[in-house]
């Protein structure tokens, strides 16, 4: 019996604590199956018929929340949206109570988004439903890192032995966290990259996973690199000396490129800053895989959909 049969499927996403490299394997060869199905003239199955999905985002989004509903909606769910800036708890009403209360809608399954690290484990504790974590402050974005994996192994047929480097503002990127988290897992090494303000030794301790603030270093014998937002919003405490000085040292462009493979492919998780982390050549190049991350998002979130909701061993 493989280990994929006798370990407990997950009944949630919040992290990749307890994932297995097998199931994480079974959502991205999963996710081919949900690209099929997008490809249909009509791309829509009734695999969450009768359920009801709630997107409890507390922080703003465009592209996460609009994957995920579009996700739900193609599986034939139901899909109740909630916005915290049209709700009560702009008037003060807590975690707690918002979720308590929106569970009596008889919700079977939330995705949770929340400016504060570990509230996609209190909306569990408080609902007792599957929960996916669609980014909780700086610790996680699961989803994110998969569809980033699924992308990288579209290209090279398997993430075994590939290296992926990741620059920018590691500190405050849930994205570079999660990635560093499942990435190994499924064979890849890691370099992290960022100015030594924006660089958190303790990513260092993962296993598979390099620091360096030398980028040339970082994307020498690279697959795949992926730029990452400076993230302007979290950022207190003087963290950079000028944006231009950033970009002139850490901007994933085709000079810095020139040091990766010769096939190497660019990602960005998204929203760009262009001129900024990236520039607009490597953006619309053709090693720019950016596109193509927005599309398999949709069939890695379906594909997530289906493993916790529906999915039997």
Not at 52 to 66: G, H, K, L, M, V
Not at 259 to 283: Q, Y
Request: proline share 4%; aromatic share 4%; charged share 20%.
């Amino acid at each position: 019996m493989t280990a994929a049969a006798t370990s407990a499927r997950p009944r949630h996403l919040l992290d990749f604590q307890d994932w297995s490299p097998e199931r994480l394997t079974a959502i991205l060869d999963n996710a081919d199956t949900m690209l099929q199905v997008l490809d249909r003239p009509v791309k829509k199955v009734p695999a969450l018929q009768g359920l009801t999905i709630c997107t409890a985002f507390f922080e703003n989004s465009t592209r996460t929340r609009t994957s995920f509903e579009l996700a739900a909606r193609r599986m034939s769910a139901d899909v109740m949206t909630f916005a915290a800036g049209a709700s009560s708890v702009s008037k003060g009403e807590s975690l707690r109570d918002t979720i308590e209360v929106l569970t009596q809608y008889k919700v079977d399954a939330y995705i949770v988004r929340h400016h504060a690290s570990g509230a996609a484990h209190l909306v569990h504790q408080y609902s007792g439903k599957p929960v996916i974590n669609a980014g909780d402050g700086r610790r996680a974005h699961p989803t994110q890192a998969l569809l980033d994996a699924y992308t990288v192994r579209q290209e090279y047929g398997s993430l075994e032995g590939k290296t992926v480097a990741i620059l920018g503002d590691v500190r405050h990127s849930r994205v570079a966290r999660s990635n560093a988290e499942l990435l190994p897992k499924l064979g890849a090494k890691v370099i992290l990259c960022g100015p030594a303000t924006l660089l958190p030794a303790d990513l260092g301790a993962l296993p598979g996973v390099t620091l360096t603030t030398d980028p040339v270093q970082a994307v020498r014998g690279a697959h795949a690199v992926m730029a990452l937002r400076l993230q302007q919003e979290r950022m207190t405490g003087g963290y950079l000396g000028s944006l231009q000085e950033y970009a002139d040292t850490y901007q994933v462009n085709e000079a810095l490129m020139g040091h990766a493979e010769s096939g190497a492919i660019v990602l960005h998780p998204g929203p760009m800053n262009r001129d900024v982390e990236i520039s607009a050549e490597a953006a619309d190049g053709p090693r720019s895989r950016i596109l193509k991350q927005v599309e398999n998002g949709q069939a890695i979130r379906m594909s997530v959909l289906y493993h916790l909701l529906v999915g039997r061993d």
